[in-house]
C-alpha cells in the first residue's frame, strides 16, 4: 500500500472467498496498518496462477466493519498521472523450448 511493503494476499482458485496471509489458506488475510487519512494507492498484482476473477476488494476495520468496498465492475478509472508505463517487454519461445526477453 502506498508503494510499501509488498503483502502477499492469497486468494481462492475456483471459488470467491477471503484471502488468506497464506498460500495454503490456513491462516487469516493478511492486517495492514492504514496511519492516515486520504486517498491511498493498493497495488493488486496477480501471481501465477491466480484464480480467474478478482471480484472486489474489501477493507475492514480492527472490529471487522467494512469502511471500504470496490467492487470490479463500479471500480473508478485510475487517473492518469497516476499510471506508469509497463516497459516493452515480449516473451519468445524458441524451437528449443527455452524462452527469451527481448
Known sequence: MDGGEHIPF???IGDFGA???TATKDAPTPTIEVAEGGPHRITVTPREGAG???DRIMLRDEAGKVVAEIEAEDAPPVPGELVA???AQRF???ADGK???S
Do not use: D
Open 10 to 12: 492469497h486468494i481462492p
Open 19 to 21: 484471502s488468506s496471509a
Open 52 to 54: 480467474v476473477l478478482l
Open 85 to 87: 508505463a509497463a516497459p
Open 92 to 94: 519468445r519461445v524458441i
Open 99 to 101: 524462452r527469451t526477453a
